[in-house]
């Protein structure tokens, strides 16, 4: 690739320009971003830059080239590096502009399917990172040939995945929006053998969306405002007695086939936890709390952590020390019983006690907060224990 910048500087900007630089030893030129407002992705980076790179809002960027300022220059390529379903408003943003004429093939969109491509070139490259292997060097999803089965929502495991059984719980809610791309939820590649919808919130509305309910026995069902999908969670630590247990979402599920769940599980001793690929932050992952969670819950979280797990606080002080710079987004994992239970111990007890901590009381509130911080505390898990447990990386699929 010639001259390009980045459109986006937020998750996967970071995360692209990472693979990119590390792949193919090539920097953008800057990142662009939206005006307040747009979507982008985030702009929080704008007065220092990323990673040393500056970041320009749009019509900033395009009064410096209309006023013809020194050392400007419009890059040859515009990798658009932002969630996808924010593509076609981007492309549109770029086309209006009026001091550069950018055709078509100049936007490179960075979809679903190239973002899992990069990442997994990515840290299949990085010593001790392991991934699923799934691409042709096309850049093709290898077809298995084998015919898929929806499960329809029995309790058991399909008959190829009882030994050993796998479950991995999909958090669906009530209020979730429409998805306009169910097919490829629905596919013919059999992700509906080993995937579990449960309704989450349940004991909050009297609508059943799903065959499984995250209201039965012990359950923290009721504070699914506040804690989200970990609510399933919880249901999956308490109540799965499967060998392998997991969780997505109702429009995030893992990129991986049945065919390949199959494999995996067949090499089950190589492995103890299967996460998406990581998140890129910068200048290091306190980048991700301070975007998305208050500093008086963040503290709270520090003291929750120091009174019941202070091996973990550690960690995390020791991590941003050395520049930690992956982190574990979307509360996602698919994990051995034993990694799971041990995790949900660490997760729950720590949230628990925050809830106590934080101002005004979790059960005070219904704004997402725990859910946010759940996705600290899985990277903290996973960072402490890196040595511990084996870890497998994979791509994931953004339903819309």
């Known amino acids: ?65 209309r006023n013809g300022m020194d050392g400007v220059t419009a890059p040859e390529f515009y990798l658009i590096a932002t969630p996808e379903v924010h593509h076609a408003a981007i492309m549109d943003s770029l086309h209006s502009l009026e001091a550069v004429t950018i055709e078509g093939s100049q936007m490179i969109p960075v979809t679903n399917a190239l973002e899992n491509e990069l990442m997994e070139k990515y840290y299949h490259s990085l010593p001790g990172h392991v991934t699923v292997p799934g691409l042709t060097a096309a850049g093709q999803r290898k077809e298995t040939g084998v015919a898929g089965q929806r499960n329809p929502g029995g309790h058991k495991p399909p008959a190829a995945f009882r030994e050993p059984a796998v479950q991995i719980f999909q958090a669906k809610s009530h209020m979730d929006k429409p998805l306009h791309c169910q097919k490829r939820d629905e596919g013919s590649d059999n992700r509906k053998d080993y995937i579990y919808p449960i309704q989450v919130g349940a004991a909050l509305t009297d609508q059943t969306i799903a065959n499984l309910r995250d209201d039965i026995g012990d359950n923290i069902s009721a504070k699914n405002r506040n804690y989200c999908e970990l609510t399933a969670t919880y249901y999956a630590w308490k109540h799965s007695n499967a060998d392998y247990k997991g969780i997505c979402h109702y429009r995030r599920i893992f990129d991986i086939s049945g065919e390949q769940m199959r494999a995996l599980l067949e090499t089950g001793q190589e492995w103890d936890v299967i996460l998406p690929y990581p998140t890129v932050h910068y200048p290091d992952i306190s980048a991700q709390h301070i975007r998305y969670v208050a500093e008086a819950d963040w503290e709270a979280m520090l003291q929750a952590m120091k009174e019941t797990a202070p091996e973990y606080l550690e960690a995390y002080e020791e991590s941003i020390s050395a520049g930690e710079h992956l982190f574990h987004n979307f509360n996602m994992l698919i994990a051995r019983a034993e990694v799971f ?10 949230l628990e ?18 859910g946010y ?15 511990r447990w084996k870890t497998v990386y994979a791509g994931k699929i953004w339903l819309t």
């Open 1 to 65: 690739m010639s001259s390009f910048c980045i459109y986006g500087a937020g998750i996967v900007a970071s995360s692209i320009y990472t693979a990119v630089k590390a792949i193919y030893h090539q920097e953008p030129l800057f990142f662009l971003v939206s005006d307040p407002g747009g979507k982008s992705g985030a702009s929080e980076y704008e007065s220092e830059g990323l990673d040393g790179i500056p970041v320009k809002p749009l019509s900033a960027w395009e009064e410096e080239l």
């Open 341 to 350: 239970d041990d995790y949900c111990d660490f997760l729950f007890r720590v």
């Open 353 to 370: 006690r925050t809830e106590e901590l934080a101002t005004p009381k979790g059960w005070e509130r219904d704004d997402r907060f725990a």
């Open 373 to 387: 911080l759940g996705e600290n505390l899985t990277t903290l898990y996973f960072l402490k224990n890196r040595d």
